[in-house]
């Protein structure tokens, strides 16, 4: 595969305030092991049309782009593109390989490495991530970031998440949010069906249903239908709220 493309259509009927209409369009260019992520984004506003793009290169580059006239500008107040520093991941694993921690560190000739964000996975005697959890990479600042914690549960081919936001109030981490998924599997491992759930004051709601379809013979991707409460209200299990269609040459 040299390209894939993917295009978002949203209308939120909520927002009044400048954002009518947004697109989002996400393109990936596959030469031999270098990969480049493109997306781009119109914006459809009361003051007229506002065009982004953003460019991820497979060296963590990350450079973002507005159109002006008929071309685009690089806004470098997005750009992280410096040459004076670099960004290093490492992944440590325990002596029995059920958990692991990862780090993401960013180094410059000129001062002392600046740990960014630090993660622990934990994996069951099976190899399969059984959480996640994120900590504050820098715990003698006064910056304490929003962390987030996942389980994973397996139920013969399904898959259960259960995702929370930790924020800092009061002096301590408190628990502000709870999301959970649960992903179905076919034979061959392919994911066929996803139902995502918002878990507030004790109640479980669906908010989002995921449906894929693929080529019998060949486990192809054809299609996936996504449904969703978010701009249709109660009309979300009879409109889609997107469709991805695969075709093949």
């Known amino acids: 595969m040299v390209a894939d493309t ?3 259509y949203f209308k939120d009927f909520n927002w009044d305030d400048h954002i009518d209409t947004v697109y989002y369009s996400y393109q990936t260019n596959k030469v031999g092991d270098n990969i480049e992520e493109i997306i781009y984004r119109t914006d459809i506003r009361k003051d007229g049309v506002h065009k982004y793009k953003s460019v991820f290169g497979s060296d963590d580059t990350h450079s973002e ?3 002006v006239g008929d071309e685009w500008v690089l806004d470098a107040r997005y750009s992280n593109d410096d040459a004076s520093g670099e960004t290093i991941r490492s992944v440590t694993y325990s002596s029995d390989s059920l958990q692991s921690t990862h780090l993401e560190i960013f180094r410059t000739a000129d001062a002392p490495d600046l740990l960014v964000s630090k993660t622990i996975n934990r994996y069951d005697e099976q190899g399969r991530k059984i959480s ?3 900590f504050d990479p820098d715990e003698t600042d006064d910056v304490y970031p929003n962390l987030c914690k996942y389980t994973y549960r397996y139920t013969g081919r399904c898959k259960k998440v259960t995702s929370r936001v930790m924020k800092f109030e009061n002096g301590e981490y408190t628990e502000s949010a709870c999301q959970k998924r649960k992903t179905v599997y076919n034979r061959r491992g392919l994911e ?4 995502d759930y918002d878990v507030k004051n004790g109640r479980t709601s669906r908010v989002q249903r995921t449906i894929w379809k693929y080529d019998r013979k060949t486990g192809n991707p054809l299609k996936l239908t996504r449904y969703s409460i978010y701009g249709y209200g109660v009309a979300w299990f009879r409109k889609p709220l997107y469709k991805t269609i695969w075709t093949y040459e």
């Not at 066929?192 to 139902?195: E, Q, Y």
């Open 65 to 67: 782009f507005i159109y």
């Open 6 to 8: 993917t295009v978002y």
């Open 132 to 134: 996640e959890e994120q």
């Open 192 to 195: 066929t069906k996803a139902v």
